[in-house]
């Protein structure tokens, strides 16, 4: 079923761009959808929207930098709080390496073992 839609779709993007007569009505679309972002209706709902997107990021915006911080603070630091399910690791003794992650072996698919 997804094959059959993508199929169509494609079929209708290659009438709209590849025949002149495709051209011609998305041209039409094209000025439809701007006539209609333009409306006076349309741009008050899309002020509204941004104003309340704002709002909503200053009054909540500083409580979820707190929580994302004290939640990276106590991951990083060893101190968890387990209850999640998830463990605790150190990772004081984490240091980067020079070398390739994956060994040559591992990376090349005909010598993997199964």
Known sequence: MKGKLTFVLGAGVGY????RAGRQQFEKIKTWA???W???RVQGYV???ERATTEFAK???GALKDKAVSTAKSRFSGS???SDGERSYDTSSWEPTDGPLVDADDANPE???A
Do not use: K, M
Request: proline fraction near 5%; hydrophobic fraction near 15%.
């Open 47 to 49: 002020h509204d929207a």
């Open 34 to 36: 701007s006539d209609t």
């Open 80 to 82: 968890s709080d387990e």
């Open 38 to 40: 333009n409306d006076p």
């Open 59 to 61: 009054t909540q915006g």
């Open 16 to 19: 709209l761009l590849g025949t």
């Open 111 to 113: 010598t993997r073992r």
